[in-house]
């Protein structure tokens, strides 16, 4: 299997430095794009616009991030190629979406460990990812 495009789903609370380590070890040796994909929940998005007095799309918003912006020099400092991705909506759903339009080879998320009484009641963006993706999910525990 050739792997031309990763996705690197990047949540809000998640540790990204790792996350991109992770995902470098695949995509250095195998010249795949990265795309840095962010999730942006509905009430979040539209606070983000107030503070950029304008529209914004949710990827240019995404750019606009500092933490996007040390990791997409990172990724320039490596060489590998990359793209910026953002979603509006429920954070899963926005992953698999990305993933889809993409065409990810394979996708990079973190999470953590919770119970099943905790992801019923708080939800859990991986799990959503790992049953709803169209391609081989990664699970990085934090």
Request: glycine content about 10%; hydrophobic content about 40%.
């Amino acid at each position: 299997m050739a792997l031309d495009t990763i996705l690197v789903a990047l949540g809000q609370d998640d540790d990204h430095e790792s996350l991109l380590d992770t995902a470098l070890e695949t995509a250095g040796p195998s010249d795949a794009t990265v795309v840095l994909g962010v999730g942006h929940p509905e009430d979040d998005y539209e606070a983000a616009l107030d503070d950029f007095e304008g529209d914004a799309t949710p990827d240019e918003l995404a750019a606009r991030s500092a933490t996007i912006r040390s990791l997409t020099d990172r990724l320039a400092d490596a060489g590998i190629e990359y793209e910026i991705r953002g979603g509006v909506g429920d954070t899963g759903e926005t992953f698999v979406s990305i993933a889809d339009a993409v065409g990810a080879d394979l996708l990079y998320i973190h999470g953590q460990a919770r119970s099943p009484t905790g992801k019923a009641l708080f939800g859990d963006t991986a799990q959503s990812v790992l049953l709803n993706a169209t391609c081989p999910v990664t699970f990085v525990r934090q």
